[in-house]
């Protein structure tokens, strides 16, 4: 019960980073396929002139997505709410033995007939 009430608390802490993260996320995103796009369009033009500009355009690009790293926290955020969200769901594994001693008594001599 107490586990379950942790796990709450702690997946609305991670919501609330990860919600407070979004955009800084989106951004981080955008910023990276801006580059990747800047980058192709490098590769295939063959003006000098162009070329300088796209490095021009691409070194700008950078410094607005490293701006936006700390992005990152939102997506470890998301991972915990994720594993958060994995052991909501896992199934409580049956206790191995019980608190009476001739119950366990009985189980280990079952195991021990079985060889």
Same mark, same amino acid.
């Given at each position: 019960?107490? /586990? $379950?009430?942790? &796990?709450?608390v702690l997946g609305?802490?991670?919501?609330?980073?990860? @919600?407070? =993260?979004?955009?800084?996320?989106?951004?981080?995103?955008?910023?990276g396929?801006?580059?990747y796009?800047?980058?192709?369009?490098?590769?295939?033009?063959?003006?000098?002139? /162009? $070329?300088?500009? &796209?490095?021009v355009?691409?070194l700008?690009?950078?410094?607005?997505t @490293?701006? =936006?790293?700390?992005?990152?926290?939102?997506?470890a955020?998301?991972?915990?709410?994720?594993?958060?969200?994995?052991?909501?769901?896992?199934?409580?594994?049956?206790?191995e033995?019980?608190?009476d001693p001739?119950?366990?008594?009985?189980?280990q001599w079952?195991?021990l007939?079985?060889?």
């Amino acid at each position: 019960m107490m /586990k $379950k009430f942790l &796990l709450f608390v702690l997946g609305l802490v991670a919501l609330a980073v990860l @919600l407070a =993260n979004l955009g800084p996320m989106v951004l981080l995103a955008v910023g990276g396929w801006l580059l990747y796009v800047v980058f192709k369009k490098f590769l295939k033009t063959e003006s000098t002139l /162009k $070329k300088i500009g &796209l490095v021009v355009i691409g070194l700008i690009v950078v410094c607005i997505t @490293l701006s =936006n790293i700390y992005a990152v926290i939102g997506v470890a955020a998301a991972y915990v709410l994720y594993m958060i969200y994995k052991e909501w769901k896992r199934e409580p594994k049956e206790r191995e033995f019980s608190d009476d001693p001739f119950t366990n008594f009985e189980k280990q001599w079952a195991e021990l007939n079985k060889l």
